[in-house]
């Protein structure tokens, strides 16, 4: 059609000119007007990208994006573009949030605990650290069939919240499965001078020594935490 041959000239010519908003308004009418679903694809990622590279309109550009996806998840175009504005300290909580489930359901388990770490380092309190944290332990263990770094974000988890139990079964847990039981005894160690409530430190040096007396055969090392028992809860 006339119209359809007109706004693919305009589209050069505004281009030339760099008439941004008049591409932007142009490409927005021609993608109102196709019935094919590829060019409506194409015209969207077209559109993304002029908003996020010549009009710094970044919201705009991630709304695209996200509507890309809600077509089409596995568009390679629109999941590089938002993992490039995932770095973007302003947009990295709502970038996240259209990854998650998109790496979810396609199974693309590195890129979603790489989204997972971001929501972890964006996240205002230690509860939905912990939350984000256990997924991330659940991932490393059950889809990557990696226990160490399982055990490792267990860990990073515990420094969040120490007396969180289910952070603690699991890191007992995976301790196990790794023969890891020194590791785990530096783990509880090392959260001690931090925890802030004295049943806390008690709990601690309670787990610390059983590790020590059960696990490691380490008499010495138990004793020398219930006497820090002692000293704290006389």
């Known amino acids: 059609p006339v ?4 706004l693919t000239a305009l589209d050069a010519l505004y281009e030339r000119l760099s008439r941004w908003s008049d591409l932007a308004d142009n490409l927005q009418v021609r993608l109102e007007a196709s019935s094919s679903p590829e060019e409506q694809i194409a015209l969207m990622l077209r559109l993304a990208r002029l908003r996020e590279e010549k ?19 596995t568009n390679e ?10 770095l973007q300290p302003a947009y990295a909580v709502t970038v996240a949030e259209i990854l998650e489930p998109v790496y979810r359901e396609s199974g693309s388990w590195e ?37 160490q770094a399982a055990f ?19 890191l007992e847990r995976l301790a196990r499965d790794l023969n890891s039981f020194a590791e785990l005894t530096s783990v509880y160690e090392a ?31 138990a004793i020398g935490h219930y006497r820090n ?3 704290l809860d006389p």
Do not use: C, F
């Not at 009009?55 to 998840?73: F, H, K, N, P």
């Not at 860990?155 to 699991?170: I, K, S, Y």
């Open 55 to 73: 009009m710094s309109e970044l919201e705009t550009a991630i709304d695209i994006y996200r509507q890309v996806l809600a077509r089409e998840g």
């Open 152 to 170: 490792q974000t267990l860990a990073r988890a515990l420094v969040e919240d120490p007396a969180n139990e289910e952070t603690v079964g699991g």
């Open 3 to 6: 119209s359809s041959r007109a």
């Open 229 to 231: 028992m002692l000293e």
């Open 191 to 221: 959260r001690i001078p931090d925890a802030q409530a004295i049943e806390l430190k008690l709990e601690l040096h309670r787990r610390a020594a059983v590790v020590y007396e059960e696990q490691l055969g380490s008499l010495e090392g």
């Open 111 to 147: 890129r979603l605990i790489a989204t997972h770490e971001t929501q972890v380092q964006y996240a205002q309190d230690a509860q939905r650290k912990v939350s984000l944290l256990h997924r991330i332990a659940e991932l490393h263990e059950n889809a990557m069939s990696n226990t």
């Open 77 to 86: 175009d629109a999941l590089n573009a938002l993992e490039r504005l995932l």
